[in-house]
């Protein structure tokens, strides 16, 4: 059969790219190692998936060419990804900080309408078909790939690469994406887990483990960013949106603040409370900012049996220092299995903007996960992967 491009992945940006390249007349056909396209999709945003985000900028990516998305989200924004979804019924609600959500709360809607549209369009899917290599021959591709125990080689002029990137192998995810990159000489950025839990060991990993389950407020930051959410005590470390977000900006044996009171100045409120009501515990005063649970446990650094009024200057420091700026220094991360992205990737130097083709390999494209573009947590990866998705599929 003849294709005007093969898809190498059937997650949110190779489905995306079938989509749009039929819309426009042009035949692909995707290359999908599951036994079904879409399983990111499926799990992503706890099965609920968080398709995209209302105040998604360019602000929001992490790249070593931070301009680079400019062109694809001026040619593909938020309003397109919500208008598309509609028109199959998906609307979308805001849970919060602009993450939309299909109303339905159901990740599975958002998968059907890409395998409901890729059979009107007759776009072909293969799943169980994983692509072993790609070989180039002129001006042609050699796609070779396994489906049901038998080799297969297939002719194309054009080849998109979807793969995703590193996070959860057991999801299907591959090293394709970097190892074709690397074949066709092609350079890519240090990849890294991203949006993942961050490990404490050491002394302190006790006290961390025994607040496993609390949650605080707080803005977590380092020289570079800060990000206001809940962080989560676990068994090992730190987990929750803040700490997610700062993940993505941090390097092995940098220290992260964290502010627990953020907007707040916990000297004053103390000075506040203290001129009526001096013989309060700092205990009981805490309890009232933070569970009882995580109140109780900053024992470990603060006075808290004392009473308001007997704090000195030299308390209130402590208590200033610790509570807004209470350090970690994370042992590592959990690594690809917790991660939900990869930072790093194919280099954005190698692409064109315009239409995400290399540079040196003319036929061969780069979307979604597998490009070095990592968005925050919030629904920018979909925005990405559905965008470059479109934009390959104007070029193919
Ligand atoms: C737990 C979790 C939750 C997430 N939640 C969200 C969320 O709510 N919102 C959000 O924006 N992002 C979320 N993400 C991130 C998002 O899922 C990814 O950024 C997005 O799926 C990337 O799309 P992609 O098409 O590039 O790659 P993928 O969706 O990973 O698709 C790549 C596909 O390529 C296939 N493949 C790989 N190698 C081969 C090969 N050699 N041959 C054939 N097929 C191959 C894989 O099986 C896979 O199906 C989450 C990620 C995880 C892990």
Same mark, same amino acid.
């Given at each position: 059969?003849? *294709? ?12 995306? #790219? ?7 007349? $042009?035949?692909? !056909? ?30 929001? *990516? ?8 400019? @062109? ?75 489906? &049901? ?19 959860? @192998? ?35 990993? &006790?006290?961390?483990?025994?607040? @496993? %389950? ?15 959410? /809940? ?5 090992? %470390?730190? @987990? %929750?949106? =803040? ?17 627990? !009171? ?14 009526? /009501? ?15 649970? *995580? ?25 200033? =220092? ?17 991660? &939900? ?12 903007? $315009? ?8 036929? !061969?494209?780069? +979307? +979604?996960? #597998? ?10 990866? *979909? ?14």
């Amino acid at each position: 059969m003849d *294709f005007d491009a093969v898809i190498i992945g059937g997650g949110a940006c190779g489905l995306m #790219c079938a989509v749009q390249a039929g819309f426009l007349g $042009k035949r692909t !056909l995707i290359l999908e190692k599951n036994d079904a396209p879409g399983a990111k999709i499926l799990i992503s945003g706890g099965g609920r998936c968080n398709y995209s985000n209302l105040y998604s900028s360019n602000d929001n *990516f992490i790249s070593q060419n931070q301009h680079f998305t400019k @062109s694809t989200f001026s040619r593909w924004s938020v309003e397109d990804t919500i208008s598309f979804f509609e028109t199959y019924g998906i609307y979308g609600e805001e849970k919060t900080l602009g993450q939309l959500f299909p109303a339905s709360n159901n990740a599975k809607d958002i998968v059907n309408v890409f395998t409901q549209l890729c059979n009107e369009l007759g776009q072909t899917v293969y799943c169980n078909a994983e692509v072993k290599a790609i070989k180039a021959e002129h001006d042609r591709f050699d796609i070779i790939y396994e489906r &049901e125990g038998e080799q297969i080689q297939l002719k194309t002029q054009k080849v998109v690469i979807a793969s995703g990137g590193l996070p959860i @192998s057991k999801m299907g995810a591959t090293d394709f994406g970097l190892r074709i990159a690397r074949q066709f000489g092609i350079n890519i950025t240090e990849t890294a887990p991203a949006l993942v839990p961050l490990t404490i060991t050491g002394k302190d990993a &006790e006290w961390f483990a025994e607040l @496993s %389950g609390n949650t605080v407020f707080c803005a977590v930051s380092n020289d570079r960013i800060t990000f206001e959410e /809940n962080i989560l005590f676990t068994h090992w %470390g730190l @987990s %929750g949106p =803040a700490i997610l977000q700062i993940s993505s900006y941090w390097r092995p044996g940098e220290w992260i603040n964290i502010d627990l !009171l953020p907007g707040k100045d916990i000297v004053k409120l103390i000075m506040e409370e203290r001129e009526s /009501n001096g013989k309060k515990q700092l205990l009981s005063f805490l309890s009232a900012l933070y569970s009882r649970k *995580f109140a109780a446990a900053l024992e470990k650094f603060l006075p808290i049996d004392k009473n308001l009024a007997t704090l000195t200057k030299a308390d209130l420091d402590l208590i200033h =220092a610790h509570i807004h700026h209470f350090r970690v220094k994370p042992a590592g991360d959990k690594g690809y299995d917790k991660a &939900e992205v990869m930072r790093g990737g194919v280099d954005t130097n190698e692409l064109s903007s $315009k239409t995400l083709e290399s540079k040196k390999i003319p036929g !061969l494209y780069f +979307g +979604g996960e #597998c490009v070095d573009v990592t968005g925050w947590l919030g629904g920018y990866n *979909f925005q990405w992967a559905w965008a470059s998705g479109f934009i390959i599929a104007q070029n193919i």
